[in-house]
C-alpha cells in the first residue's frame, strides 16, 4: 500500500529545472547572479508591476516590505487569524503589535468588518492573506486603507497566479509578497517575490535586502573594476541565489501549465465531492481566479463519529496525505500569551479549524490518483456517518 501513498505535496520536476541549475554550478554563479536578475525581469514582465525584487523567503520579502514603510515600534499592524505564522512574526520584528483578526466563513479570508473595527490611530498597515490562492476583498480593504492612510501589504504566498477583477495578484495593494517555498505553487526551494508600483518603497527594499549596500552584489561584481561599496543602512542578508532562480526560471516558463493542472483537480474534485452532504467545499466569486495552491474541503463534524484529527488519520491509513492549513495563530501559546487572545474571539477561524482539511492539489497527480482521493475522502466519511 505504502507504494501508492499520495504525498501532500510533491514538487513538478522535469529536466528544465535540473539543466539550469546544473547550467548555474558550472558557471560558477552560485548566489545572486545574472540568472537571479533575469528571473526578476521575466516575473516583472508576467506579473506587470512596475518592480520586483527577488530575496530568499516570502519572510524576508515581508519583512524588508515592513521595514520599507518605516514600520515602528507601538505601531499596529493588522492580519488574519487563519495563516502561517510568518504573516504576523514579521510586526513582532519591529517590536510592533500584529493585530490578529477573524476571517470570512466563505472564503477563510480576512473579515473587511473585522478590519474595519481593528482600525487606531496605531494602525499602519492591512496584511491581507489570499488564502489558498483565493484572493481577499480587496476592493473594500483598498477602501479602508485609504480612508486611514494604511498601507496594503498583500500576502500572496498562495497567490501565483491569481487575479482580482482581471488584475493579476501582484498588481492590486502597495506591496505584494510571494514565496518560492517548496510547497508552494512556483517552487525554488527557498525564495520569495516583492512585487511594487512605488520606486521609494522598491529602493528601499533592494537596498536593505543585501546589508543596507547601495548597489546590489550583481552590479558590483560585474562592472569593471568597481570594486568600491557604500553602506547607508544596518541591512540584512536576504538575496536570491542564482541556483534557486536557475529552479525559478525554469518553473516561470509552465506557469500557466502547472496553473491548469492544478484547477483541473479542483474542478475533479468540486464534481466529486458536490453531493455528498457530509462535507462543503469552499467557494470562490466569479470576479477573481484563484491559483488552486490550497483545496479545503470543510467536514460535517456534526453528522460524523469522528473529528477531523480522525479523519486526516484515516485518509493517511488509506494512502492519502491530507493536511490543515492552519492552526490559527491565537492557538499557539506566543500569540495566545503575548496577546492575551481567547478562542472564543475568533467563532469563524474556530468553526474552520475544527473541519478543515487540505487535500493533495499537486500538477502531475494522476486521473487514477485524483479519483483515488475522490472515493477514499466519500468511503471514509460515508462510513462514520452517524
Ligand atoms: C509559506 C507561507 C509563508 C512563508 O513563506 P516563506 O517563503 O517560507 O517565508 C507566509 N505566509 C503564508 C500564508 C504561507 O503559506
Same mark, same amino acid.
Given at each position: 500500500?505504502?507504494? +501508492? ?9 522535469t529536466?528544465d529545472e535540473?539543466?539550469e541549475? @546544473? ?16 528571473f526578476? #525581469?521575466q516575473?516583472?514582465?508576467y ?7 527577488? @530575496? ?7 519583512? %524588508?516590505?515592513?521595514? &520599507? ?32 483578526? +477573524?476571517?470570512?466563513?466563505? $472564503?477563510?479570508?480576512? &473579515?473587511?468588518?473585522?478590519? /474595519?473595527?481593528?482600525?487606531? #490611530? ?14 481577499? +476583498? ?11 492612510? %494604511?498601507?496594503?501589504? #498583500? ?23 510571494? &514565496? ?6 512556483l517552487?525554488?526551494? /527557498? ?50 541565489? +542564482? ?5 525559478g526560471l525554469a518553473q516561470l516558463k509552465k506557469i500557466d501549465f502547472l496553473?491548469?493542472? !492544478? ?7 468540486? #464534481? ?6 457530509? %462535507? ?6 466569479? *470576479?477573481?481566479? $484563484? ?9 460535517? =463534524? ?5 473529528? !477531523?484529527?480522525?479523519? =486526516? ?23 495566545? *500569551? ?16 475544527? !473541519? ?11 486521473? %487514477? ?7 477514499? @475522502? ?9
Amino acid at each position: 500500500m505504502l507504494k +501508492d501513498f499520495i504525498p501532500f505535496h510533491k514538487p513538478y520536476v522535469t529536466d528544465d529545472e535540473i539543466n539550469e541549475v @546544473v547550467d548555474s554550478i558550472k558557471t560558477g554563479w552560485w548566489t545572486t547572479g545574472p540568472k537571479a536578475l533575469k528571473f526578476e #525581469e521575466q516575473f516583472k514582465e508576467y506579473i506587470g508591476s512596475k518592480h520586483c525584487l527577488a @530575496v530568499n523567503s516570502w519572510t524576508a520579502a515581508a519583512h %524588508l516590505a515592513l521595514e &520599507s514603510i518605516n514600520l515602528k515600534s507601538g505601531d499596529e499592524v493588522i492580519v488574519p487569524a487563519f495563516t502561517f505564522t510568518a504573516t504576523a512574526e514579521i510586526a513582532c520584528y519591529f517590536n510592533a503589535k500584529p493585530v490578529i483578526v +477573524d476571517v470570512q466563513p466563505d $472564503s477563510f479570508n480576512i &473579515s473587511v468588518e473585522a478590519i /474595519e473595527k481593528s482600525i487606531t #490611530e496605531k494602525t499602519r498597515a492591512i496584511i491581507p492573506v489570499h488564502y489558498g490562492g483565493n484572493p481577499c +476583498d480587496m476592493d473594500e480593504i483598498i477602501n479602508l486603507a485609504e480612508n486611514n492612510n %494604511l498601507k496594503i501589504i #498583500e500576502d500572496a504566498a498562495h497567490a501565483l497566479p491569481a487575479s482580482y477583477k482581471g488584475k493579476k495578484i501582484g498588481t492590486v495593494g502597495d506591496v505584494t509578497c510571494f &514565496s518560492f517555498y517548496v510547497t508552494k505553487t512556483l517552487a525554488t526551494g /527557498e525564495g520569495g517575490m516583492i512585487c511594487t508600483d512605488d520606486d521609494d518603497i522598491a529602493k528601499r527594499c533592494s537596498v536593505m535586502r543585501l546589508h543596507g549596500i547601495n548597489k546590489d552584489s550583481w552590479d558590483r561584481y560585474t562592472s569593471e573594476g568597481s570594486w568600491h561599496y557604500e553602506v547607508i543602512a544596518p541591512g540584512f542578508k536576504y538575496n536570491f541565489t +542564482d541556483i534557486s532562480a536557475a529552479l525559478g526560471l525554469a518553473q516561470l516558463k509552465k506557469i500557466d501549465f502547472l496553473h491548469q493542472s !492544478r484547477k483541473r483537480i479542483f474542478e475533479k474534485y468540486n #464534481e466529486g465531492f458536490k453531493d455528498n452532504p457530509l %462535507l462543503k467545499i469552499y467557494s470562490i466569486k466569479n *470576479d477573481r481566479e $484563484s491559483s488552486h495552491h490550497l483545496y479545503p474541503v470543510l467536514i460535517e =463534524i456534526e453528522k460524523l463519529k469522528i473529528n !477531523r484529527s480522525q479523519f =486526516i488519520e484515516e485518509l493517511k491509513n488509506h494512502g492519502i496525505g491530507a493536511s490543515v492549513h492552519f492552526i490559527p495563530l491565537y492557538r499557539h501559546p506566543y500569540y495566545r *500569551d503575548t496577546f492575551n487572545l481567547n478562542a472564543k474571539n475568533f467563532p469563524v477561524s474556530e468553526y474552520i479549524y475544527e !473541519r478543515v482539511t487540505t487535500l493533495p492539489i499537486w500538477p502531475g497527480m494522476s486521473e %487514477l490518483e485524483i479519483s483515488k482521493v475522490i472515493d477514499v @475522502v466519500n468511503i471514509v466519511l460515508n462510513k462514520h456517518k452517524k
